[in-house]
């Protein structure tokens, strides 16, 4: 897979090259690029944003500035989607992470401040996407989330099995995950349930598909 950021904050990204899941399938199972729209602007000085039409507070990503920036790395509208990081978008869900990682290519738009024009939105991407119902002071944490949820869904990101039995995965009907303990097996007086130390595996499996709870 072949993920594309495009960002004003590239150094945001560097990180998590360095760190599992991502690092593990980085050159092998997903190639992964930062683009900074300063670097293709049609605009001097480097500049990409601008006030918005009608007056208010706030910078708006430009759509010269972010069409720009595509037609340097694809020479045009990518054929591949482009996904904008915003508020406005569907929510972020693992259903969604699952569709985005079955992708072989992708293109993430990330903005700062007051967002996109909207003709950026309308014009230049095929989906918006939200990772909650909550405004941030720009689209590299939202990115970034988006990323590392893609990533550990790719072969050899995680430890054989480690993904499988997860919160929001099909073998917990998409809820969230039983409680986890480990040692000591009792701590200021708090103790592991006995069930986890009994070696009964059967009971323990049962003990944990009680305690799953439903993700809604």
């Known amino acids: 897979m072949r993920l594309d950021?495009?960002?004003?904050?590239?150094?945001?990204?560097?990180w998590i090259r360095e760190r599992r899941p991502l690092a593990a399938v980085?050159?092998?199972?997903?190639?992964?690029?930062v683009f900074n729209y300063r670097d293709s602007t049609p605009l001097t000085a480097g500049q990409?944003?601008?006030?918005?039409?009608?007056?208010?507070?706030?910078?708006?990503?430009?759509?010269?500035?972010?069409?720009?920036?595509?037609?340097?790395?694809?020479?045009?509208?990518?054929?591949?989607?482009?996904?904008?990081?915003?508020?406005?978008?569907?929510?972020?869900?693992?259903?969604?992470?699952?569709?985005?990682?079955?992708e072989p290519a992708l293109t993430l738009l990330s903005a700062r401040f007051e967002g996109f024009?909207?003709?950026?939105?309308?014009?230049?991407?095929?989906d918006v996407v939200s990772i909650g119902p909550y405004v941030l002071s720009g689209g590299e944490i939202p990115a970034l989330?988006?990323?590392?949820?893609?990533?550990?869904?790719?072969?050899?990101?995680?430890?054989?099995?480690?993904?499988?039995?997860e919160s929001f995965s099909v073998a917990l009907d998409g809820g969230l995950e039983y409680p986890h303990y480990t040692r000591p097996a009792e701590f200021r007086g708090w103790p592991v349930p006995e069930i986890l130390l009994s070696g009964d595996h059967g009971k323990i499996e049962a003990w944990r598909r009680e305690r799953v709870r439903s993700a809604s």
């Open 5 to 14: 950021v495009f960002t004003l904050v590239p150094s945001a990204f560097s």
């Open 26 to 33: 980085l050159g092998s199972e997903l190639e992964l690029r």
């Open 48 to 102: 990409v944003d601008d006030d918005p039409y009608g007056g208010g507070p706030g910078m708006v990503l430009r759509v010269d500035a972010v069409a720009a920036a595509l037609d340097a790395v694809y020479g045009g509208t990518p054929p591949h989607q482009v996904v904008a990081l915003s508020p406005q978008g569907r929510q972020l869900d693992q259903p969604l992470v699952e569709e985005l990682a079955a």
């Open 117 to 126: 024009d909207q003709r950026i939105l309308d014009h230049l991407c095929t």
């Open 145 to 165: 989330a988006l990323v590392d949820a893609v990533a550990r869904r790719l072969p050899g990101a995680l430890t054989e099995g480690s993904g499988e039995v």
